[in-house]
């Protein structure tokens, strides 16, 4: 079994829904982060949460909310989807200070 | 703050060809430093990684990379590559409070 999963691994929406994005793992890591892959821009960080209590934002946190419902659980919300925030979406976790990141698969967004 | 700098959106390169991949980073601390690879429709994986120790970081798949502290930078490299190594190659760069920054990415695109 994967050790990030990622549901859904598509959607397709319009603009002004309501969507959230789930994301679990099973390596017990603390750190969980989201980012948002578009063409030529690498990845750019949305939200990352350290623990279950401490959540921060990333660089791109504006239209986008983020819940972590437990230690292995990390959503993430677009309160009102629009056109732009059509994108690749990946979460990640890792362990200690010398650790890599363990990716999901992605979810990809059409926002219509 | 950390940045980083993939100079070369695509690389075409011939089949048995050797190839490098650019990578410069800008930190004010220590940092690590890792390559990853994404298959189409795949999420990414980690090739390598710099932590500390020998320059020359040796990775999965006939992968090399080398840090170079003077110059900021960590290129990727394979003697030969193969049609199977067509991807996207993002570097990045673990850096203070463990964020992640990532290049823009390459795409290797290797010809028979």
């Known amino acids: 079994d994967a050790d990030v999963t990622q549901t859904p691994r598509n959607r397709i929406t319009k603009t002004g829904k309501r969507i959230m994005l789930e994301c679990s793992q099973t390596k017990g890591h603390d750190r969980m982060y989201w980012y948002r892959q578009d063409p030529g821009l690498g990845l750019r960080l949305i939200y990352y949460s350290f623990d279950v209590k401490d959540i921060n934002k990333g660089e791109i946190s504006d239209g986008y909310s983020v819940s972590r419902q437990a230690q292995a659980k990390f959503s993430l919300s677009l309160e009102s989807a629009i056109p732009n925030q059509t994108a690749l979406y990946f979460c990640?976790?890792?362990?200690?200070?010398?650790?890599?990141?363990?990716f999901g698969p992605g979810t990809r967004l059409t926002v219509l | 703050a950390q940045s980083v700098t993939q100079l070369d959106s695509q690389v075409p390169v011939f089949e048995e060809a050797p190839v490098e991949l650019r990578c410069n980073y800008s930190s004010s601390v220590s940092v690590y430093l890792f390559w990853y690879v994404q298959y189409p429709n795949q999420g990414l994986q980690l090739l390598l990684k710099?932590?500390?120790?020998?320059?020359l970081v040796k990775g999965i798949n006939g992968f090399e990379a080398e840090f170079n502290k003077s110059q900021t930078s960590f290129h990727l490299r394979k003697p030969s590559v193969h049609i199977s190594d067509t991807a996207e190659y993002f570097c990045a760069v673990r850096g203070f409070v463990d964020k992640f920054y990532f290049g823009s990415g390459t795409k290797l695109n290797v010809k028979p």
């Open positions: 710099y932590l500390s120790g020998s320059t």
């Open positions: 990640a976790t890792t362990g200690g200070a010398a650790d890599t990141q363990y």
